[in-house]
């Protein structure tokens, strides 16, 4: 690109190097505002005779259209581009949602000198209207070059970003104890509802047994014909993983056990299984406290029904750190 001052009556479709204020200190234009007539006549009449402008040269894209390209190109699901001052583009969700993002390909753009991206935390929820991405520009305009790779890149790869939307889940969940299954009910249950109640739903389903495999197994398999989004199992005990009471219980009907132990604190102790595609999650301890834990970090994807694998659990590590 290439700047100058010139007079302000010829500056129409010229793009603003810097902020234009008014006499009195108030913002007239913004720096990369793209000047037209109107604009011209209000400059003339707050007395300027020059601005300091410039204009796209061969081969460069404006950086309002560069992220915008990027914006529509880098993600799917329930996000809308929204754009913003300075060669930003904003992702906001039009529903509640579970932001899912590849991390690595993130790396990999943000690494290019013409465009950069941020983005929410992997597995995070958010509401509607709330902004999950941004996308800025280097100033004023993008090498149609660079752009080309970095769309080229994203198509191949592709997405970034998914907004995967919560859409009317059904939570069930089966509450354990060793003497009585009502106890870890009345110890537990308000804790759930808080937590649940941070992402927009509630237990549809709820059952309470002894903590015995038989009780179990016929437990879990009478909450999994209701077909929920997700089943917790909410013990009183601290389980060692599927040899304890649960994960046999788990195995008993036919459940495969998809992950044991989760780099998180609060949470090491996750058991995460599937029987077909209904996820059970078994997390002892985590139902004690409505502070942070490993939980808050399953939820969100699980109940966006994202089937979320062993390896993603072991990827937790990073940030796993809660308390």
């Known amino acids: 690109m290439r700047a100058q001052t010139v007079e302000v009556g010829s500056s129409n479709g010229r793009i603003l190097c810097c902020t234009v204020f008014r006499s009195g200190g108030k913002k007239l234009l913004a720096k990369g505002h793209v000047i037209n007539e109107e604009d011209i006549r209000v400059l003339e009449s707050e007395g300027m005779e020059k601005v300091w402008v410039t204009e796209l040269e061969e081969g460069e894209v404006g950086e309002d259209d560069a992220v915008a390209t990027v914006g529509s190109e880098m993600g799917c699901g329930c996000y809308e581009i929204r754009m913003a001052a300075g060669g930003r583009a904003n992702l906001v969700a039009t529903e509640n949602c579970c932001v899912l993002v590849d991390d690595e390909l993130l790396k990999q753009l943000n690494t290019t000198s013409s465009v950069v991206i941020a983005t929410a935390t992997n597995f995070s929820f958010a ?88 009780a179990v197994s016929r437990s879990l398999q009478h909450l999994i014909r209701s077909r929920p989004s997700l089943l917790l199992v909410a013990s009183t005990t601290a389980p060692a993983g599927p040899g304890d009471v649960v994960g046999r219980a788990m195995a008993r009907i036919g459940c495969h056990i998809e992950r044991f132990l989760a780099p998180v604190e609060p949470g090491n102790l996750l058991m995460l299984a599937y029987r077909e595609d209904v996820p059970i999650v078994s997390a ?22 994202y089937r979320v694998t062993g390896w993603e659990v072991a990827c937790l590590g990073h940030g796993g750190l809660l308390a």
């Open 284 to 305: 002892p301890g985590c139902f004690r406290s409505n502070k942070p834990n490993v939980i808050d970090l399953m939820l969100p994807p699980l109940l966006a029904r």
């Open 127 to 214: 509401l509607t209207g709330q902004r999950i991405a941004m996308v800025k520009s280097a100033p004023f305009a993008v090498a149609r070059e660079e752009l080309d790779t970095l769309i080229g890149i994203l198509k191949e790869r592709g997405p970034i970003l998914q907004a995967r939307p919560v859409r009317s889940p059904s939570v069930a969940v089966l509450y354990t104890d060793a003497t009585n299954g009502e106890r870890a009910r009345q110890l537990f249950e308000g804790i759930m509802r808080q937590r649940l109640e941070r992402f927009g739903v509630s237990a549809n389903f709820v059952l309470a047994c002894t903590e015995d495999e038989g």
